[in-house]
């Protein structure tokens, strides 16, 4: 599975922002997507998960609520909508992915860097 994350930038704390995660490769049809997130100095995070199948998704932590994880079968992308945007929320966002059959994340794209100013 190779994956492609786009959509971070700088927002004002109450905004919103749309990650994007191309997703391509042969067994993306059985893996689990996920958007991860690595606030300065900080451990690497699960913020959202969705079974590419299914589409069964699952939020976590402080997000919930506030973040939504879809996927778009026509296009191959998982978005990660992202609303009532707090400076918490500063991190660089990773998308990943792992085979349903595991439960290492062991497939990782570049990160995308999200601010968010008081």
């Known amino acids: 599975v190779q994956l492609q994350a786009s959509g971070g930038g700088l927002v004002q704390a109450g905004g919103s922002l749309r990650l994007s995660c191309a997703v391509s490769?042969?067994?993306?049809?059985?893996?689990?997507i996920a958007w991860f997130r690595q606030a300065p100095g900080g451990e690497r995070e699960l913020v959202a998960q969705?079974?590419?199948?299914?589409?069964?998704?699952v939020t976590t932590g402080s997000v919930k609520g506030r973040f939504t994880i879809s996927r778009d079968n026509s296009r191959n992308i998982i978005d990660l909508q992202m609303n009532s945007l707090k400076p918490e929320d500063t991190a660089i966002y990773y998308c990943?992915?792992?085979?349903?059959?595991?439960?290492?994340?062991?497939?990782w794209g570049r990160g995308t860097l999200v601010t968010v100013s008081s």
């Open positions: 490769g042969r067994t993306f049809s059985t893996s689990d």
């Open positions: 990943a992915a792992k085979s349903i059959f595991r439960t290492e994340w062991d497939n």
């Open positions: 969705i079974r590419w199948s299914t589409g069964t998704a």
